[in-house]
């Protein structure tokens, strides 16, 4: 089962947006460290609307707690600073998708020691830094989703 992983989200719309995001595709959604708002916050359950009920939520104190909780999960950090794109990589149904903050994204030293997990989302526009991290999940997710065939044995429970 694929993983998403949020490390100190700072901006309550966009993790509102991303649990519905998961909500919608059963993919359950890890808050680590401290987040800038509190989850019971109006503008994330905004976000969310009344999809809360349905989304998988865990809360981990540290990115290592994140990683202990996931013992099977192969750990995939994004971030503008990599040159691999994650069109070029290989998802499998046991990743755990890394996103950091909107504003500094994740930290330096755990890019490094993972450099060879490290991926990126391309952007024509060389003028722009970054895309809006409920963009960036759901770019990524879908993609992992297609390459792991997720939508492929919906239909076939629907059938």
Same mark, same amino acid.
């Given at each position: 089962m694929i993983h998403v992983a949020l490390v100190e989200p700072e901006i309550p719309p966009n993790t509102g947006n991303i649990a519905r995001l998961c909500a919608a595709n059963e993919v359950p959604l890890h808050i680590v460290g401290v987040t800038g708002f509190r989850l019971d916050d109006k503008a994330v359950r905004r976000a969310?609307?009344?999809? /809360?009920?349905?989304? &998988?939520?865990? =809360?981990?104190? &540290?990115? @290592? @707690?994140?990683? @202990?909780?996931?013992? @099977? +999960?192969?750990?995939?950090?994004?971030?503008?600073? +990599?040159?691999?794109?994650? &069109?070029? /990589?290989?998802?499998?149904?046991?990743?755990?998708?890394?996103?950091? =903050?909107?504003?500094?994204?994740?930290p330096e030293p755990l890019l490094r020691a993972n450099w060879e997990r490290c991926l990126t989302i391309p952007m024509l526009n060389p003028r722009i830094r970054s895309l809006n991290l409920a963009t960036a999940v759901g770019i990524v997710l879908y993609e992992a989703l297609r390459q792991t065939a997720a939508f492929k044995s919906q239909a076939k429970h629907q059938a």
């Open positions: 969310g609307l009344d999809y /809360w009920p349905e989304v &998988t939520l865990t =809360r981990h104190s &540290t990115v @290592e @707690e994140l990683q @202990e909780s996931l013992p @099977e +999960a192969r750990f995939i950090y994004l971030t503008t600073k +990599a040159s691999r794109n994650y &069109t070029e /990589w290989d998802f499998s149904g046991h990743d755990c998708l890394v996103f950091g =903050r909107e504003t500094r994204g994740l």
